[in-house]
């Protein structure tokens, strides 16, 4: 079992900053690979920024250049720099775990940009 706890979501304006973290606990030694989804209202859950444990990244295009993914494998934890935000970014955001065969989700984290 892993858990997943969020936190950095809020309120923001328009080309504002959020940081978002993710801290993880349990079976930690079986995660593969952690990530950040999120779930604009109305729309199904998509893949924002994902990172390997050895470091390699990956983003939507629709982040590219404004989030950066980093982790901190000595606290169990992932986070989400966002920068540039528009209102379109606002969503609930998830952290995700992938361990073999199966994945963990975090609670959720909101986050809204107002423009």
């Known amino acids: 079992q892993v858990k997943l706890v969020e936190s950095g979501g809020g309120l923001v304006q328009s080309g504002g900053s959020l940081r978002l973290s993710c801290a993880a606990s349990?079976?930690?030694?079986?995660?593969?690979?952690m990530g950040w989804y999120r779930q604009p209202p109305g729309k199904q859950r998509e893949l924002v920024a994902t990172?390997?444990?050895?470091?390699?990244?990956a983003y939507a295009d629709s982040v590219k250049g404004r989030f950066t993914i980093s982790n901190n494998n000595a606290k169990n934890a992932i986070y989400l720099q966002m920068s540039s935000l528009k209102p379109e970014d606002t969503a609930v955001y998830y952290c995700?775990?992938?361990?073999?065969?199966?994945?963990?989700w975090g609670q959720g984290t909101q986050v809204t940009v107002s423009s």
């Open positions: 995700n775990a992938q361990v073999p065969l199966w994945y963990y």
């Open positions: 349990g079976s930690i030694a079986s995660i593969n690979a």
């Open positions: 990172i390997s444990t050895d470091g390699n990244t």
